[in-house]
């Protein structure tokens, strides 16, 4: 999978956790799940602030 699409996937798929996360234990929730996906990209290669800037990006898309 090319760089560009899984940024793009890790963004849709922290985004999604945090649109239904309605209550303080599942914004909670959202954002261990946001700590993972960030583990795994940096993991896989992705910069620091590559991953926060999705995260970022994620979370200021649901409002």
């Known amino acids: 999978m090319d760089r560009d699409r899984q940024l793009s996937n ?3 798929y ?15 929730r959202a954002e261990l799940y946001a700590a993972r ?3 795994q990209l940096i993991l896989d290669g992705f910069s620091e602030r590559e991953v926060e800037s999705a ?5 200021w898309s649901v409002s």
Do not use: C, F, G, H
């Open 14 to 28: 922290m985004s999604e956790r945090y649109k239904l996360a309605d209550t303080p234990d599942l914004e909670e």
């Open 37 to 39: 996906i960030k583990n």
């Open 55 to 59: 995260r970022i990006q994620a979370k």
């Open 10 to 12: 890790a963004v849709k």
